[in-house]
Structures are given as C-alpha cells and as structure tokens.
C-alpha cells in the first residue's frame, strides 16, 4: 500500500468500486491488511482502481470485506 502520513493506508483494487459496494479482498490484499498491518474491523482505508476513483472503505475481518 502507499503510506499516507498519519492518515490512511491506500491499495491498488482492480476491479471497478461504487459507493455502498462491499468488496471482496484478493488474498494477497487482505493477508497485508490482517496480518501485516494487523487492521480491525471497523478500521478505515483507501481503495483505489486507476480509473480516477479513490474510495474511503471500512474493513469487516469477519467477512474478509471492506464497504465502499
């Protein structure tokens, strides 16, 4: 992901992103959020596709998901 100072963590997402979407994490993506990083659910973070879109999405480990 690209650090962004004291604010949130962006990551590449390939697939095309919509508000109110909930998205599947690819494995590789969601081993670095749990376990390198080592965020929660509830815990904030940017996803983005390339296409000029940079979405705010909320982590929910349970489904291995985040909401867009």
Known sequence: GIYLGDSLEAFFYAA???????CDLPPVLLHRVLDVLRMKSGDRMVLFNGRGGEYICVLNTALKQVQV
Do not use: D, E, I, M
Request: hydrophobic share 45%; aromatic share 0%.
């Open 16 to 22: 095309s992103l919509a508000v109110g979407q909930h």
